[in-house]
């Protein structure tokens, strides 16, 4: 075989079968990869099991190639990776798993193939494909995994409370594989979270966050968030999302649920975005609406600041969910924010200056804020959401109109501290901020354009009313 071809997958399996034989080690193709195969949902990962050791399959692999293939082993998993290409091949040797009571480390021993498909979550993750020459491509599906598929079911192979509870983790990866595949959780197996959502506790934030961040990208994310909501998991991980479901009423007067409507504007942005961020700041957009709700008889329910104090809350919820601390952080809190001021926009009588403050205020981000002021609208009323939506057309028409002429959406100062300093001597102080300042207010509030040559002027004309000399 030339190393240089694309290498396909049936390449990989016979190469891998031929080294094996030769080894005299059983092997397989296991887990995910087999329930892809079958799926026709293309994967780049394969997972091989041996009954034998890993680590010498992997090495054999990679030294039948001519070129160099770069090899990694985790001597401590008794696991081995190659990287073939664009393939990503794992090699494990076969393991039997124990869990004990006292202890949350399972006891790891070397194990059939059978055991090694026992331990595993899912009856879909459990079935596994010979590459040996003898039984070349033969499928072996214990718990009838294949029929799991066929029916769309995501069920455990052994009894759900013992699985769940060896590794809580599993309950949200049932979720995860039920949203991503659009199927249905067996009943025993739901029963069994609804169960045991309060353990997952015991679970490392990082691995939790994975398996949420996975849901959040499928194609209809609420369907994950409703099966976390009825399982009571999400009570568990993500409390003030749940504080988010509810209806109150006084008199005729009621307020929409907004944990229904959040998940709404989250599918909605779905359809125009796969930003994980983009699609966290459609979650995050109204997370602040039960601490900030009033009742007012007049005007009925209010929640005002919600967007700010929201905001205010991002950072904690990140921090606890073990999400990023940076700018990806600061990018969902400036939506979550600013997601009110577009449709204050929409009056016919706003002003180019507030235009103007939008973009400075959202910079390149704009165009995600319009993401999701437009999944935001929510209305049964088709009518109105086409009505909302065009005049969202309107605003933007707007901000073009005044971004081709300002160019404040990235917006550099005209003049940089450094020439103010130099051309009125000044060393850096608190004036130079002011000046700075001042110049940047009147572009923004149109009193001069954003150029060079209108905010000299204005800056001698500054300079000039604070008693400061050129020099
Ligand atoms: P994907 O890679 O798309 O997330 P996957 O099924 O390959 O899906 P991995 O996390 O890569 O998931 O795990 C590979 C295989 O290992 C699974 O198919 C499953 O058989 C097994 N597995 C992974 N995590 C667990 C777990 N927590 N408990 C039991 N088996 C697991
Ligand atoms: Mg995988």
Not at 424 to 445: C, M, Q, R, T, Y
């Amino acid at each position: 075989m030339n190393f240089k071809s694309d290498l396909d997958q049936l390449e990989i399996f016979s190469r891998v079968g031929k080294i094996a034989d030769e080894l005299g080690f059983e092997t397989y193709v296991v887990g995910g990869y087999v329930r892809d195969l079958i799926l026709k949902r293309p994967s780049k990962d394969i997972d091989f099991v041996c009954v034998g050791s890993g680590i010498v399959l992997a090495k054999a692999v990679a030294d039948s190639f001519e070129q160099h293939v770069p090899l990694s082993v985790f001597k401590n998993f008794g696991t081995a990776n190659i990287r073939l290409e664009d393939w990503e091949v794992e090699f494990v040797g076969a393991r039997r798993e124990s869990y004990s009571h006292d202890s949350r480390k399972p006891i790891v021993e070397d194990g059939t193939l059978q055991e090694d498909q026992e331990r595993r979550d899912f009856t879909i993750n459990a079935m596994a494909i010979s590459v040996n020459s003898h039984n070349f491509g033969e499928l072996i599906d214990p718990f009838d995994g294949l029929g799991d598929i066929k029916r769309k079911t995501i069920r455990t192979p052994t009894d759900p409370i013992i699985t769940f509870s060896d590794d809580p983790l599993r309950m949200m990866r049932a979720i995860r594989f039920a949203t991503q595949l659009k199927f249905d959780i067996e009943p025993d197996t739901f029963l069994a979270i609804v169960h045991d959502a309060h353990r997952i506790q015991i679970v490392s934030a990082e691995r939790i966050i994975d398996e949420l961040n996975k849901i959040i990208l499928t194609e209809k994310p609420s369907y994950g968030f409703k099966l976390l909501f009825v399982s009571k998991l999400l009570q568990e991980i993500f409390p003030e999302m749940v504080e988010l479901q509810g209806v109150d009423s006084v008199g005729d007067k009621s307020h929409k649920d907004n944990f229904y409507h959040t998940l709404q504007v989250l599918d909605n942005l779905s359809h125009v975005s796969d930003d994980l961020w983009l699609r966290w700041a459609a979650i995050m957009h109204d997370i602040a609406k039960p601490a900030t709700k009033r009742f007012n008889e007049k005007v009925g329910w209010t929640f005002h600041g919600h967007e700010d104090k929201g905001s205010r809350m991002v950072p904690g919820i990140f921090r606890r969910m073990k999400l990023p601390m940076d700018d990806r952080m600061k990018y969902v809190q400036k939506l979550v924010r600013l997601h009110l001021r577009p449709i204050s926009l929409v009056s016919e009588k706003v002003t180019e200056s507030a235009v103007r403050r939008l973009l400075f205020d959202a910079g390149n981000d704009i165009e995600d804020l319009m993401k999701l002021c437009r999944a935001d609208i929510t209305s049964k009323n088709n009518n109105k959401v086409q009505r909302f939506l065009a005049n969202f057309d309107h605003v933007e028409q707007k901000m073009k109109e005044v971004e081709e002429n300002d160019q404040v959406r990235n917006f550099q100062p005209p003049v940089s501290g450094e020439e103010i300093m130099a051309l009125f001597d000044l060393k850096p102080s608190k004036v130079v901020g002011e000046l700075k300042e001042e110049i940047k207010e009147a572009i923004l509030d149109g009193q001069i354009q954003n150029n060079k040559v209108e905010a000299m002027d204005l800056l001698y004309k500054l300079a000039a009313s604070k008693g400061i000399k050129t020099n």
